[in-house]
């Protein structure tokens, strides 16, 4: 089966701005499921969850970078944006899950990488073979080293992997050459987005799926394709990982917001797509300016998913989202956790109180306008792996911190299908990562049938905001509340109550229509979330 693309479908007009409420589920795809043995994930083992991810009840796939690549970086070092690897299926595995997706109304949004490609891409390869100021060099950031023999980097930039943001080529003639520009790793080299080579082909990528059928797009590091004129150094180097400081040159530079309004024209020649982009930028005036109307439909918004669980923290979160966006008329988004961040199981403490604040936390996420994005085992309520052996670390992070920072393989960890070991059928191999075998507790086997488990929640959850009108209207409206609690209310009727305190507390009058844990005596134990209509 193929898929029929866009151009020979007209897009429903009501189903046009399907994104606007959706729930996302975001396949982390090297560890969602394995379809062939060889102990990583693949759209094959997508393909054949589809089945699970409807009773799930989700509405869109958000699928992180399948794009051929050498995989220095979990795929997103693409070495060709416009052909899947081989490691995931190749593009007929994508065909088939896209139709088989479709089939089953679920959307299918692919993670896109327009900052950076592959060492390994043909431009890259072609930028090393020639000379200084030639044209291939110019589709990539490369500039003369500082010092009398050029042998220092041309600014001060840190890589958010750690070490310089900058590598020295050897010339073709075998001589120390210039450096290139990578905000990530040196596998990575940034693109230069003056260059109109670089803004064609990526029209031209957006395009290329758009035609497959794809149904829109997660652009990665939206806020980091415009270089500032002259590259000045950096005040102060900060060594935080993702980093959305307001004042770091390397980011949030104005020139992205053309580059916005590009990416958007082609978008809007498919009206059914969306963009949704990955914004670390802190400040609501100039958050808000990434989802301006001819800009991205969505952008990530992070706040939720740096919280702490208390109720100021997380009603403080709630209303820089919600005024990020208002002043631009966008929508809303929320999430409690990504591949790049710990778990919120962990960060919320671990153990029984760590699950039982991030069962609080989804009821309270989905009951708000916008849309919400889960991350694959968030509703196992799966925690951090935080002692995976030491040669199994595959984030770049590690080996470019000297080994002293783990990285973001803790939270990548593959999901828990079913059986007593591991790799409790995600593979029939072994899984790239190991899974702990406490885990078998977790696996969606074990839950599946079990109405008080974690995923049983989430099925309830997402299926109640999708059905009852008590979920509508773009507001919500704070309720008074006991200390440590919070309570708002949408306009159609929905009321969300939060026990953040230590105490039991009494629930405000209505019908309770699902809570995160049972009630006591009729009151809401602590950690715990509920909904009353
Ligand atoms: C953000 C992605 O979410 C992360 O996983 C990746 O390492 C960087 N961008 C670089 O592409």
Redesign the pocket.
């Known amino acids: 089966m193929t898929a029929t693309p866009a151009a020979q479908a007209p897009a429903d007009r009501s189903d046009r701005e399907w994104w606007r409420s959706a729930v996302f589920y975001q396949v982390y795809p090297r560890s969602f499921a394995d379809s062939d043995g060889d102990g990583i994930g693949d759209l094959g083992g997508v393909r054949e969850k589809l089945g699970y991810l409807e009773l799930l009840g989700v509405d869109a796939l958000w699928i992180c970078p399948v794009m051929r690549s050498p995989m220095a970086?979990?795929g997103?070092d693409v070495a060709d944006p416009r052909d899947i690897d081989a490691l995931f299926g190749g593009m007929a595995a994508f065909d088939q899950l896209l139709a088989e997706a479709h089939a089953r109304r679920l959307k299918v949004t692919m993670d896109l990488?327009p900052?950076?490609t592959s060492r390994e891409h043909p431009w890259f390869q072609a930028a090393l073979a020639a000379a200084p100021g030639s044209p291939e060099r110019a589709r990539y950031i490369f500039r003369d080293g500082r010092g009398p023999n050029g042998d220092e980097p041309p600014n001060n930039w840190p890589s958010i992997f750690r070490g310089p943001a900058w590598t020295r080529i050897t010339e073709p003639d075998g001589t120390p050459g210039q450096w290139y520009l990578h905000l990530?790793a040196p596998e990575?080299p940034d693109l230069n987005w003056e260059n109109p080579e670089v803004v064609a082909d990526f029209e031209q990528t957006l395009r290329f799926w758009l035609d497959r059928g794809v149904d829109g797009f997660r652009i990665?590091?939206a806020h980091g394709m415009a270089k500032p004129p002259g590259l000045p150094d950096m005040e102060s180097v900060s060594t935080k990982m993702l980093i959305h400081d307001d004042t770091d040159p390397r980011f949030n530079n104005p020139g992205v917001h053309d580059i916005h309004r590009r990416i958007r024209k082609v978008i809007d020649e498919y009206p059914h797509a969306v963009s949704i982009g990955?914004v670390w930028v802190d400040d609501n005036t100039r958050f808000g300016e990434y989802v301006r109307p001819d800009e991205l439909h969505l952008a990530f918004n992070f706040r939720l998913a740096e919280t702490p669980f208390t109720a100021d923290a997380v009603r403080h979160a709630i209303d820089n989202s919600l005024a990020a966006v208002a002043p631009v008329g966008a929508v809303p988004t929320w999430t409690l956790s990504?591949?790049?961040v710990e778990r919120e199981v962990t960060r919320y403490g671990g153990g029984a109180a760590g699950l039982a604040r991030a069962r609080a936390m989804i009821l309270l996420e989905l009951a708000l306008p916008g849309s919400v994005f889960v991350y694959n085992g968030a509703e196992l309520g799966l925690p951090n792996v935080d002692d995976l052996p030491e040669d199994a670390l595959q984030d770049p992070v590690w080996e470019r911190s000297g080994r002293t920072e783990r990285g973001r393989d803790g939270c990548r960890v593959p999901i828990p299908w079913e059986s007593e070991w591991p790799p409790f059928g995600f593979t029939v191999g072994e899984s790239w990562l190991p899974i702990p075998p406490e885990w078998a507790a977790l696996s969606v086997e074990t839950q599946l049938e079990d109405v008080g488990s974690t995923l049983s929640l989430y099925r309830m959850a997402i299926e109640l905001r999708g059905l009852r009108p008590e979920f509508a209207g773009p507001r919500i409206e704070w309720y008074g509340s006991p200390a440590g609690c919070l309570a708002f209310r949408r306009p159609g009727g929905l009321v969300c109550v939060l026990n953040a305190s230590a105490a039991p507390i009494p629930l405000p009058p209505g019908e309770l229509l699902l809570a995160s844990a049972s009630l006591t005596s009729g009151h809401l134990p602590p950690d715990a979330a509920a909904w009353l209509v």
């Open positions: 970086d979990g997103y990488v900052n950076h990530f990575q990665d590091v990955e990504n591949h790049d």
